[in-house]
């Protein structure tokens, strides 16, 4: 298997953010291209959930998220992914297996690495799903393959 480019899709949280020793090593295994992905939520597709906010109060908070995002993205870059041969960061907001989905084709990545469970299994003592939500809809709709790390693997 050649594997030009890797993509890492994270939420950010503590359990995605353990997947990247796993990227470093398959970055620098391979020479290849990381493109780290961050989707944040469109939140103008869920007007009516947060008490009707304004367009103006919604795109606001929409780019605040963006802005704090890319921060940590550089930060991760810095911290964790130092041995990666290159690196290219992309931001992008909608449904989450959505934009891994097409970011996959986008970037013509040949391999995705995940965390099986990601944001939603930070506040949980003990997770039963075998996998989150996101991770089984990339699994279930990738044209690649998938390299799952368990952050709830101690």
């Not at 939140?43 to 890319?70: D, T, V």
């Not at 990666?84 to 040949?110: F, M, N, S, W, Y």
Request: hydrophobic share 40%; net charge positive; charged share 30%.
């Amino acid at each position: 298997m050649e594997v030009r480019t890797i993509l890492w899709p994270t939420d950010l949280s503590k359990n995605s953010v353990k997947a990247a020793k796993n990227v470093e090593s398959l970055a620098e295994k391979y020479k290849a291209k990381v493109v780290l992905l961050y989707v944040g939520v469109d939140l103008m597709s869920h007007f009516g959930a947060y008490g009707e906010p304004s367009k103006e109060q919604l795109q606001h908070f929409q780019k605040f998220e963006i802005e704090h995002a890319k921060k940590k993205l550089e930060s991760v870059c810095q911290q964790e992914l130092k041995a990666c041969p290159a690196l290219e960061v992309r931001l992008v907001q909608g449904d989450a297996a959505t934009e891994i989905i097409k970011a996959i084709k986008k970037e013509k990545a040949d391999l995705v690495v995940i965390t099986t469970h990601g944001r939603g299994a930070e506040d949980m003592d003990r997770v039963s799903a075998e996998f989150g939500s996101v991770a089984k809809k990339v699994i279930a709709n990738s044209p690649v393959p998938i390299h799952l790390v368990n952050p709830l693997k101690r």
